[in-house]
């Protein structure tokens, strides 16, 4: 909780990367507080009691948000999804905004590796954006599990890690009200 408020504040896509985290990890301890609790809250040295217990609450609440929208098994939840679509939503205005060429370009160097992402996943439902984050994910989750990662991989995640970086500074500057501003000038 403590942890995704401040990701929130200062990095967007590692939030979201965070946050399908805690997905995983919820999904992991079954729903089950008290599973949570053991294998997740009781680990936190230095918390107060008050700081645990809001802990414990802001797990609760995610709990309950997933079995209501069905995404005990798989999925994210809406809130996640949002950021998604205001990523999205950004990332649209800023290829159409011809201040933006370094952006754009930036774009079109990581469009091969989303278009070759997207074709061997068999999926093309998921967008641009969050095929990106589909590849940062996995990448998280294969160095997480020690697996080996080709030159090929570590080749795209680079590119791709470029691509949402640029992206995500650029949503801290539309947040702050200071990205078409900037530009402006």
Not at 79 to 89: A, F, K, M
Not at 157 to 167: D, E, M, N, P, R
């Amino acid at each position: 909780m403590f942890t995704a408020s401040e990701k929130r504040k200062e990095n967007i896509a590692e939030y979201l990367l965070y946050m399908w985290q805690i997905e995983d990890i919820i999904r992991a301890n079954d729903l089950d507080i008290d599973r949570i609790k053991a294998n997740v809250i009781d680990r936190y040295t230095g918390l107060s009691d008050e700081q645990r217990l809001q802990m414990t609450e802001w797990y609760e609440s995610l709990i309950d948000m997933m079995r209501r929208e069905g995404v005990a098994k798989s999925g994210h939840l809406q809130l996640n999804r949002n950021v998604i679509v205001q990523l999205v939503d950004l990332h649209m205005a800023l290829l159409k905004d011809p201040r933006f060429a370094e952006y754009t370009a930036e774009f079109y160097r990581t469009l091969p590796y989303i278009v070759e992402l997207r074709a061997k996943s068999g999926d093309e439902r998921p967008g641009e954006i969050e095929t990106c984050f589909n590849a940062l994910y996995g990448m998280l989750m294969l160095r997480l599990q020690h697996k080996e990662i080709t030159d090929a991989t570590r080749q795209a995640i680079t590119q791709i890690s470029k691509f949402i970086a640029l992206l995500a500074h650029n949503f801290k500057l539309d947040e702050n009200d200071e990205l078409f501003q900037q530009e402006q000038q």
